[in-house]
């Protein structure tokens, strides 16, 4: 199944992603924290998958069975709110186009949210940015190298994918960079192709498509050059006709238009056209395209003034409408191609075999020799290797992806190093020998081992998905979701200033035991707490207008009184006023303004209320009540003082003669 599907080696790391796409989201979540290898490998193998598919002749029929999987694991996280972590398993613009490619189109609704939420506008045009970069470089070369061809499909199919994918609300600041995209697909597929095809059909550089391709549906082979050029016409056109439906203008492709209109008015003066072999892009856009209406309808409004091409679409309407879609023998060809390959025949594998270029298989084997000969010309043989340089096979071996390669046998292999390289030394097979740790074979042989006594190292162990028992997940659940006393902590500048000590933590005591601060601690904070008094009094007595930032409220003498009380400008004033309104403890904050504000004034009428019951503080005495300015009168009319009075001068009169006594034995105790 591996070798299948074009992902050797990485079986393992598809059946991890499988297997994390079952797991309920908190679980997945917490097993991504806990191993972060789990991002490394989902995108490594998410490559490996994209690779095979974007490099594929024809693209698979059915996806791979694991390839939606990666758009619900990614589509899990971002509804259980962690985009952040969803985003690195997909950490790079690379990994979204894989992720693009791979998606089956039963999934594409969920792809599209998921882009949704890792991408902005100004990702989305890079992207596209990138892609076309890529593909005008491809039609600025030159078309001799065979690899070229399969380099533009590979390229065109995967800009249609992230298109196809990519929300329509991503895309209002692309129009630039999608014009410039199908103009360079009007280039390769008008120019660059029938020149390739010409260049590979040995009719020179001024052969054309329809001079070599005497197609034979039955000839054609998926390894041949006809079908590595037909499918990229297919993959073009395709993305040619996404990116014309994505325009909402085309008066930016004016030029464009009539050149290819024009290309296709002497096609169809020549007259025996065929369908994607010399036939021209708008002429197989009307003839496949359930688009071509809207397309039309747009060229006709770009080219409105020029009668000409008018004409010319008229043409190609009544071309069209007489002639069956999907018809001809290219489509007949990669109608064969996509339904599955043929049972080699042992002609197209000698062909296959012998055309390989030595000194591709030479420059691979001396990087990778342990790859050998024989093995190398199998695996250069398949499709998805033909026209490639030796850079991108070894690029390609080295990330593991060998096609559907079968491992060459000895006698092969011996036979091939010495027909087409210089004679090799064989290295000797390696000799089976006993483990080290099951037996000994040194000078202390003689002792007694026990292999069951030796503790195998961590990468020997069989390790399991996840490591921890019930007890320990329960505690860390536990300690993850218990409330913390700091939540609900918040800073009232009304509450008097809390020290926290720890256990092992000392307070500053005066003589008396009592904790004495030095008078730089906490200073800021307290000056803060004093100004965020002042502030929240003054917005319960003068109300949020006070704070306005128009100039009535400026010139107030109460804002002048606030900024010389605070120290603040106009622009603070107003700031902390609008952080205020979007405080949620807004209402909690002004309820104990107001509480602080009347406890302040009862604290005022008591301490007046006492001055006026009690006199000043009389030592040891304590506060004696005042004496009545205005005597008392009996009912006779006799001038009285209170009971009251008379005990507390008496009692003066007492703690002096005390303090004295106090004092005289005290010194005749020194003095003797």
Known sequence: MAAADGTSGTDAAHELIHCLAGLATSELARFTLQRPDVARVFAASLNALAVHTASSLVPPATAH????????????????????????????????????????????????????????????QQILTGLHAQLENVAASSPEDASVVVVMRTLARLAYAFLNACPARLLKDSADTLAALARTCFQLYDKTLPHAAGLAGGAGASG??????????????????????????????????????????YASLTRELKQALAVTQQVLARGGSSALINSTALLDVAATADAWPAVRVQVLAALANDR????????????????????????????????????????????????????????????????????????????????????????RLLEGDEGAAVPASPAEEARASTSHLAPAVEAPAPEVGRSLVKSRA??????????????ASKTARTARVDELTPSLKAAILARAEAESSDEDEEWNPFAAPARTVGVEDELDLDEDGRE??????????????????????????????????????????????????????????????????????????????????LDDH?????????????????????????????????????????????AAKHKEKQGNKARRQGHDKKMARVNT
């Not at 040194?442 to 503790?455: E, L, P």
Request: negative net charge; proline residues 5%.
């Open 308 to 395: 000409a091409c008018q004409e010319t679409l008229s043409s190609i309407e009544a071309l069209t409408s007489s002639v069956p879609r999907f018809s001809g023998v290219a489509w007949s060809v990669l109608q064969r191609l996509a339904s599955g390959p043929r049972p080699p025949s042992s002609a197209p594998t000698a062909t296959a075999a012998t055309g390989v270029s030595d000194e591709v298989v030479a420059a691979v084997d001396s990087v990778l020799p342990h790859y050998g000969v024989a093995r190398l010309r199998t695996i250069l043989a398949q499709p998805s290797f033909v026209g490639q340089n030796a850079e991108m096979v070894i690029q």
């Open 208 to 249: 054309s498509a329809s001079d070599v391709f005497g197609l034979d549906a039955a000839q054609v082979d998926a390894g041949s050059w006809q079908a590595q050029w037909l499918t990229c016409r297919v993959d073009v056109l395709q993305l040619l006709v996404l990116v014309l439906t994505s325009l909402e203008s």
């Open 442 to 455: 040194n000078v202390f042989g003689a002792f007694d081992f026990d292999a069951s006594t030796i503790a």
């Open 516 to 597: 004495t601060r030095a008078a730089s601690d906490d200073e800021d904070d307290a000056e803060a707490r004093v100004r965020e008094r002042m502030l929240l009094r003054h917005y319960v007595e003068q109300g949020a207008s006070s704070f306005g930032s128009d100039a009535a409220a400026r010139r107030s003498a109460e804002r002048q009184k606030l900024r010389d009380a605070t120290g603040w400008s106009d622009d603070l004033l107003e700031s902390w006023a609008v952080m205020l309104d979007r405080n949620p403890r807004k209402d909690r904050l002004l309820a104990a303004a107001s509480q602080a504000q």
């Open 602 to 646: 009862l604290a005022t009428v008591n301490a007046a209320r006492e001055e006026k019951l009690f006199g000043p503080d009389k030592g040891r005495g304590g506060r004696m009540p005042k004496a009545n300015p205005q005597p008392a009168k009996t009912g006779q009319g006799a001038s009285k003082q209170a009971p009251s009075q008379r």
């Open 65 to 124: 069975r694991h390839a939606q999987s990666y758009v619900e694991i990614l589509a899990r996280l971002i509804e259980r709110g962690d985009p952040s972590l969803a985003r690195t398993f997909v950490p790079t613009h690379g990994a979204l186009v894989d992720l693009a490619i791979v998606t089956p189109p039963t999934a594409t609704p969920v792809l599209v949210a998921v882009l949704e939420r890792l991408l902005d506008t100004s990702n989305a």
